[in-house]
C-alpha cells in the first residue's frame, strides 16, 4: 500500500462526501479509491468510515484521523511549494497592508527602490489603521506596530521605532514646568488610542527603575497626525513615535520632554498567519525592510 495515497484518497472522500466523487477529484477509478481506502482501515486497525447502500458517515475515529491527516497534507503540501519557491524569481501580487503615518512617511520613500530591485513583483500596498483579519482579506501580510494580542500570527521584528513625548514651545510657556515623569499627570495630554482605552505612558530612570504615569486625556486619537497637529496648536503633550515629529523637532516647532527618563521604543514587525506558507516575494519584502531598517 502506498500510505500517502491512501491518505490522500481517504481525505479526498471525507471532503467529497462519495468515493464516485473523490475519484473524480484524484483522477482515479472508483475502485482505486475503494481498495486504498479499505487498506488504509486494515493497517490502523480502525473504521474509518462508515458504508451502507444509501449513505456513506464517517466514524469518530475516521474524524480525528482526517483531522490529522489534514494536516500533514497541507504541510507537505507547503514544503513542497516553498522548495519550488527557492528555486524560483520572486514575481507575482503581492498585498500588504500597514499603518496610514508609517505607509506615508516611512515607507513611501522605500516603495520605488524596491520595484525597481524586483520588477516581477506588483505591489499592492493598502494604509490602514484598522487591524484586518489577514485572511478573510487576502493580504500577504501586515505591518503593524506595537504589542501584538493575536497568538494566531506569526511576527519578525523590523525595526525599533524610538517614542517621544512633545509640546510645543507656547504650550509649555502657560504650563506648569515639567522637569520628570510624574509631572505629566497634571497637564492636558493628547494620547493614542487603538483598543487600549486605559492609556498609560511608561518610563525608565537611569538606576532601572520602572515609571508609570496616567495621562489625562483632552484629545484621543487612533491617527497620529491628528494628536501632533494638535500639539502644534498648543493644545497639550503628545506621546508618538518620533517618524511622526523629526521635522518639527529640527524647526523648533515641538519640544522633546523628560527624554532622559528613556520612553520604551515601539517595535514595528512584520506579521502573517501562522497557517499560511510565506511566499518567497514576501519573504524578500520583509528582508528588504530590514535592511532598511538598518
Known sequence: MDRLQAMQAFVAVVEAGSFTAAADTLGRSKSQISKQVSALEQSLGLQLLQRSTRQLAVSQAGQDYYQQVRLILDNLREVEDEARDQASVAQ??????????????????????????????????????????????????ALRIGALEDSSLIQRQLARLPFVYVASPDYLAHNPPISQPGDLSQHAALVYTQRDSSPRWSFRAAGGERLTV????????????????????????????????????????????VSEYNPPDLTL???????????RKARVFIDFLVSAAR
Do not use: H, M, W
Not at 520613500?109 to 516581477?120: K, M, S, V
Not at 514587525?269 to 511566499?279: G, I, K, M
Open 269 to 279: 514587525v512584520a506579521v502573517y498567519p501562522a497557517t499560511r506558507y510565506l511566499s
Open 92 to 141: 507575482g501580487r503581492l498585498r500588504v497592508t500597514a499603518p496610514v503615518s508609517y505607509g506615508t512617511r516611512c515607507l513611501s520613500p522605500l516603495i520605488g527602490r524596491f520595484c525597481q530591485i524586483y520588477p516581477g513583483i506588483a505591489l499592492e500596498l493598502d494604509l490602514s489603521d484598522r487591524y484586518e483579519d489577514l485572511v478573510q482579506a487576502g493580504y500577504d501580510l
Open 214 to 257: 496616567t495621562p489625562k486625556p483632552r484629545l484621543a486619537s487612533n491617527n497620529g497626525d491628528i494628536l501632533v497637529e494638535a500639539a502644534l496648536q498648543g493644545l497639550g503633550i503628545a506621546a508618538v513615535p518620533r517618524f511622526f515629529v523629526e521635522a518639527a523637532l529640527a524647526d523648533g516647532r515641538l519640544v522633546s520632554l
